[in-house]
């Protein structure tokens, strides 16, 4: 009874809430009209309207009412509009941006063209402030301190226990408190949908990937064992502590470059039914919310049970995605926590399988497309390594192929005419 009271308090909380973002959202844009000034307005998904048509269709329709040769020049044509519309609306770059809101929640994030309105709307802003690092942010901190001291000293003493049943019930409860404190230190409002799919032992458990938090997100309702390289400093000591008491796969640096040695540690893990499932983000880099990059192969040739995870954050009361190119990792905990809340859906799908004659590369794609259909998220093929590297050159190669069968169809039409 008292959960499903303090559940009853966070919903009406956030509607709460929800009221007072609107009402400073219609405030503004009035006092912005009143006095001529423009607020800024997001972007938005799709600017240049674009037609499902494959290449050889829209050569073919340049080409019409003339000879067709092997080559001709208006084919650069298609081509030079390509390129603009990928520069007009590039919908890879603006991932790795925060999702701009229509609304404005009285946060700094929101109407970069913000300017003084009326003195109520001001007021409403400064007490904001004051509560969100005057109360919370202090609470928050204490909290995420007390989780990760807990963490660390807790798993220790359980390493002290003999492997088996007992060693393994510790672990698992002392994880999962931990990752609870730490979850309540972001205010996080975490909605589970089909739990009756999550996922099990023997297997490999795959998420769309927003934040570094994605990882409590997820813990905080069952325990995984984790995937990742050996750090220094305060997070070694975690992985050090956390490896006594359950049989996480921590990599070296010089290790995690070796896909083979990579594929045999997880192939050895999931092997063994007794230890947890495993939880990787194939994408390997955040994006922010909106949509699902390409999924890298490794984690899905390992030939056992996929759990696909969609995880979506709702970007009205803060926002969990991490530009790690922009923000460092205290600089990011700081404006995860004195943002009012980060409220979320998780949904657990189905077990996913590789079939019969379907590759690795197949079996990502298809465990990515039901993952984006269930978190309402957009289904990209570009890598998310684009974040910080140019396009491989397997991108323009599938280009020029495609090109190429254009101009070998072409002439092999007029040959056999």
């Known amino acids: 009874m008292p959960g499903y009271c303090a559940v009853l308090l966070q919903l009406?909380?956030?509607?709460?809430?929800?009221?007072?973002f609107q009402w400073a959202t219609l405030r503004m844009e009035r006092g912005a009209k009143e006095k001529n000034q423009h607020l800024y307005?997001?972007?938005?998904?799709?600017?240049?309207?674009?037609?499902?048509?494959?290449?050889?269709?829209?050569?073919q329709e340049m080409r019409r009412g003339g000879a067709e040769p092997e080559f001709d020049m208006s084919d650069i044509f298609y081509f030079c509009?390509?390129?603009?519309?990928?520069?007009?609306?590039?919908e890879v770059t603006k991932r790795f941006t925060a999702e701009e809101l229509e609304s404005w929640n009285l946060l700094t994030r929101s109407n970069y063209n913000f300017h003084h309105?009326?003195?109520?709307?001001?007021a409403l802003w400064g007490v904001g402030v004051l509560i969100r690092y005057g109360i919370l942010l202090?609470?928050?901190?204490?909290?995420?301190f007390t989780g990760v001291g807990l963490l660390v000293v807790l798993t220790s003493v359980v390493g002290l226990f003999p492997n088996g049943r007992i060693k393994n019930y510790l672990s698992d409860k002392v994880h999962l408190m931990c990752y609870r404190i730490c979850v309540r230190a972001l205010t996080a409002i975490i909605t589970y949908h089909d739990s009756e799919n999550k996922p099990k032992n023997g297997g490999i458990c795959v998420a769309n990937h927003t934040s570094p938090i994605d990882v409590i997100i997820l813990a905080?309702?069952?325990?995984?064992?984790?995937?990742g390289q050996v750090h220094g400093g305060l997070m070694g000591v975690i992985q050090r502590a956390m490896v006594k008491a359950c049989p996480h796969i921590w990599f070296e640096r010089s290790e995690v470059k070796d896909r083979h040695l990579v594929a045999k540690r997880l192939s050895d893990h999931v092997a063994d039914e007794s230890k947890l499932p495993i939880l990787i983000f194939?994408?390997?880099?955040?994006?922010?919310?909106?949509?699902?990059?390409?999924?890298?192969?490794?984690?899905?040739?390992?030939?056992?049970?996929?759990?696909?995870?969609?995880?979506?954050?709702?970007?009205?009361?803060g926002d969990a995605f991490w530009n790690s190119s922009k923000f460092g990792m205290v600089n990011y905990l700081l404006h995860m926590m004195s943002s009012w809340a980060i409220v979320c859906s998780v949904w657990y799908l189905p077990p996913m399988s590789r079939m019969e004659g379907e590759d690795a590369v197949q079996f990502a794609n298809r465990v990515k497309a039901a993952i984006a259909r269930k978190g309402g998220l957009a289904d990209l093929l570009w890598d998310g390594g684009l974040k910080r590297g140019k396009v491989k050159e397997v991108f323009k190669e599938e280009q020029q192929k495609l090109y190429s069968k254009v101009l070998v169809?072409?002439?092999e039409d007029r040959s056999r005419s």
């Not at 009406?12 to 007072?20: A, K, P, V």
């Not at 307005?41 to 050569?59: F, H, M, R, T």
């Not at 905080?220 to 995937?227: F, L, Q, R």
């Not at 880099?285 to 759990?307: D, L």
């Open 12 to 20: 009406n909380l956030l509607d709460y809430f929800s009221f007072c």
């Open 41 to 59: 307005k997001p972007y938005s998904n799709g600017i240049i309207a674009k037609e499902p048509v494959s290449l050889e269709q829209e050569i």
């Open 81 to 90: 509009r390509r390129g603009v519309e990928s520069i007009v609306d590039d």
């Open 117 to 122: 309105i009326s003195t109520r709307l001001t």
């Open 138 to 144: 202090p609470l928050r901190v204490t909290l995420a």
């Open 220 to 227: 905080s309702d069952g325990c995984y064992a984790m995937v």
């Open 282 to 317: 194939p994408e390997g880099t955040c994006i922010n919310n909106t949509s699902v990059m390409m999924f890298k192969k490794g984690s899905f040739e390992i030939g056992c049970k996929v759990y696909p995870v969609a995880i979506k954050y709702d970007p009205r009361f």
């Open 409 to 411: 169809g072409s002439s």
